[in-house]
């Protein structure tokens, strides 16, 4: 069936360090996914997305890169800061504006 | 402008009632989505409402329904509540044809006893 899945439940970082969050994706035509920050008493909000026709794509301090052929997706967060503690999602465009979303994993940033 | 509001907050229901959760979209989205968030658990996809019709449901009982009204907000209903329905409902809204992200609400918090 359909799946996105993470490969580290939790990922433990020092302050200024770079942060690379993994995700597996199971359905090879899924064109379109998203990096969702969901901190603790809020909903996920938007961080990034990627269609399938790139394999890279920059924002403010975050990269997401999508690697088709193992069907793998990383969200790279550099300098990582307090502020970006929290559970990070990947998810898939299913069919019909379904959203399919991983596990996720929790992001902890240590001074 | 006003992000997507949930209410109520937080609800306590006891096994076999019926619950009643609701959403106000952002202004000028008229698609609203449901996600169910069990604890520890990723978002599992509920509904889709676009211009008042369900135009996708996720692999959940019948008792979970809902509907869109002619200004877009949408009301979640779980009808004989399970003590396993006890999550975090999430509601999501776009614009229609939603081709990018949509913008999550901050949850209702269901505890079923």
């Known amino acids: 069936g359909e799946s996105v899945g993470l490969h580290l439940p939790t990922l433990s970082v020092q302050e200024g360090d770079n942060s690379i969050i993994n995700c597996a994706y199971s359905n090879s035509a899924s064109d379109y996914f998203i990096w969702y920050k969901q901190e603790s008493g809020k909903g996920p909000q938007f961080i990034i997305d990627?269609?399938?026709?790139?394999d890279k794509r920059q924002g403010q301090r975050v990269t997401v890169l999508l690697n088709k052929t193992v069907k793998h997706l990383s969200l790279q967060i550099a300098a990582t800061q307090p502020g970006d503690s929290a559970v990070y999602f990947c998810?898939?465009?299913?069919?019909?504006?379904?959203?399919?979303f991983g596990a996720g994993t929790r992001l902890a940033v240590h001074p | 402008e006003a992000g997507v509001t949930q209410s109520p907050t937080h609800l306590i229901k006891t096994r076999g009632q019926q619950a009643t959760l609701r959403c106000s979209p952002i202004?000028?989205?008229?698609?609203v989505y449901w996600y169910q968030q069990a604890l520890g658990l990723g978002l599992q996809f509920l509904l889709w409402?676009?211009?008042?019709?369900?135009?996708n449901r996720g692999n959940f009982p019948p008792r979970f329904s809902g509907r869109q009204f002619p200004n877009y907000s949408s009301e979640l209903n779980v009808n004989a509540l399970e003590l396993e329905d006890s999550a975090l409902y999430l509601c999501a809204s776009s614009l229609s044809g939603w081709t990018g992200d949509c913008t999550f609400g901050s949850g209702t918090r269901l505890t079923v006893v």
């Open positions: 202004s000028g989205h008229t698609s």
């Open positions: 990627i269609r399938s026709n790139m």
């Open positions: 409402y676009d211009e008042g019709e369900e135009r």
């Open positions: 998810a898939e465009k299913g069919g019909y504006n379904k959203l399919i």
